[in-house]
């Protein structure tokens, strides 16, 4: 158990539905990511938080949102979801002390999202 | 364009055999690279990570990977496979500097033949 926490397990909805993706960090971790995974595209980095700001965006729809919130824990939202959207969403945490080398990050176990 | 490469989708070694699971990259700079590993159903677990001074970095379950800066490479190895060590893995780079962004390999399934 990494100790980073993913609700729902599984969401099943359908096209132009809008969805909201949670994840709860390690305790003490500073940092959240969310990536794609997907059978056509392998796992893709969408967008990193650190400490209730945006960091870092990858390969993220402008459909796609997502925040962080004072106590760390942060939320993906999608809306006017796609076939194509169907993936294993998986959110990771780090520590980020302050050092300029990248602590690791510890996976979540992911929320599949099936859409109709 | 920054990428990962891991150029074989699947590899298969006898049980006790030692295995390699190739990864290499281009990114501007320097670059932090990182080793994870995702069993069926589950997340992602880091196994390991270079981020500067020996080349060879070791990791968790007896992994071990080589940074080889003039081949660009970074290849996971272990000198004798478990069935157990059967899973999907994954390369991953972070540049230096200049940004925070993740790039992840396609990942390679490694089958450990019993």
């Known amino acids: 158990d990494s100790g980073v926490t993913q609700t729902p397990k599984h969401l099943i909805t359908a096209t132009g539905q809008r969805v909201t993706l949670r994840c709860s960090p390690r305790s003490g971790d500073l940092s959240v990511y969310w990536y794609q995974q997907s059978l056509d595209q392998g796992l893709q980095f969408l967008i990193q938080y650190y400490n209730g700001e945006e960091r870092a965006k990858g390969n993220i729809l402008e459909r796609f949102s997502a925040q962080q919130f004072p106590d760390l824990h942060s939320e993906l939202n999608l809306s006017s979801l796609e076939l194509g959207d169907s993936a294993l969403y998986f959110c990771a945490s780090s520590v980020d002390s302050g050092r300029a080398a990248p602590d690791t990050q510890y996976f979540g176990p992911g929320t599949r999202l099936t859409v109709l | 364009a920054q990428s990962v490469a891991q150029p074989e989708d699947q590899v298969n070694v006898a049980e006790g055999n030692p295995l390699t699971v190739k990864c290499t990259y281009s990114?501007?700079?320097?670059?932090?690279l990182f080793w994870y590993v995702q069993y069926p159903n589950r997340g992602l677990q880091f196994l390991l990570k270079?981020?500067?001074?020996?080349?060879l970095v070791k990791g968790s379950y007896g992994f071990e990977a080589e940074f080889n800066k003039s081949q660009t490479s970074f290849h996971l190895k272990k000198p004798s496979a478990l069935v157990s060590d059967s899973a999907l893995y994954f390369c991953?780079?972070?540049?230096?500097?200049?940004?925070?962004?993740?790039?992840f390999g396609t990942g390679t399934r490694l089958k450990v033949l019993a």
């Open positions: 991953a780079v972070r540049p230096a500097s200049g940004t925070y962004k993740y790039i």
């Open positions: 990114v501007s700079g320097n670059p932090y």
């Open positions: 270079y981020i500067t001074g020996d080349n």
